[in-house]
């Protein structure tokens, strides 16, 4: 059964570092989005994606951050001088329609 | 108005109970409502979702009953097992363009043997 893959699984950084998280989409999927848990809260948007562009972002999706589509397969977002209010889990999202599918996530974690 | 409002927060149930979630949103521009399903350290697995045009949707043992007038939608999980103990996550998409989904606060589900 084709899945969302996400890396690494755990990332941790100092404070003020770029770090770049990756994601391979289900592959017939044309939507992508980005959400963030901080531990023990709800599941936040952060970003979607579609035909190359950015469609629509939160409030929480600020300069800092950014989104690339390098080549057919990956999905990346960048966050450019992390804080530590940065340290949350990213999960990586796609969809063809309606269902959007999860990836396992990644564990950011910022000194 | 783009909350969606979750509870209980926990809930401890005997196996072979019924579990009840429910969830309330106030934007009737939703129009999509999904049930997501996470076990800790992984990421919300998609359960079950239904849309405002019916008020009950099965699979398995799992059952949304959607209550349009009332703005209101509720997972039932029939004769749950130890192995469903998760945190369940309603949420909610809006119509007219936006993919993004709301999600409520989560109920921490607790199957006991």
């Known amino acids: 059964e084709p899945e969302v893959t996400q890396t690494p699984s755990h990332q941790v950084t100092q404070m003020g570092q770029e770090v770049i998280l990756r994601c391979v989409p289900i592959s017939n999927h044309l939507y992508f989005y980005w959400y963030r848990q901080i531990l023990g809260q709800k599941v936040e948007f952060l970003v979607s994606?579609?035909?190359?562009?950015?469609?629509?972002k939160s409030e929480i999706f600020d300069d800092q951050f950014s989104v690339e589509r390098p080549d057919g397969s990956n999905f990346t977002l960048k966050i450019r001088s992390t804080k530590l209010e940065d340290s949350a889990m990213y999960f990586c999202?796609?969809?063809?329609?309606?269902?959007?599918?999860f990836g396992p996530g990644t564990r950011l974690t910022v000194l | 108005q783009q909350q969606v409002k979750q509870s209980p927060q926990s809930l401890i149930v005997q196996k072979g109970g019924i579990p009840i979630i429910n969830c309330a949103y106030e934007?009737?521009?939703?129009?999509?409502f999904p049930w997501y399903q996470q076990f800790p350290g992984k990421g919300p697995a998609l359960l079950i979702a239904i849309r405002p045009d019916v008020s009950e949707k099965k699979e398995g043992r799992f059952t949304i009953s959607f209550n349009k007038s009332a703005k209101q939608f509720s997972l039932h999980i029939m004769d749950s097992q130890p192995g469903d103990s998760a945190t369940y996550f309603c949420?909610?998409?809006?119509?007219?363009?936006?993919?993004?989904?709301?999600f409520g606060k989560g109920t921490k589900l607790t199957v006991n043997p």
């Open positions: 999202a796609s969809s063809a329609r309606y269902e959007q599918f």
């Open positions: 994606f579609y035909n190359n562009e950015i469609s629509e």
């Open positions: 934007n009737t521009a939703f129009d999509y």
């Open positions: 949420a909610a998409r809006m119509q007219g363009g936006s993919e993004k989904l709301v």
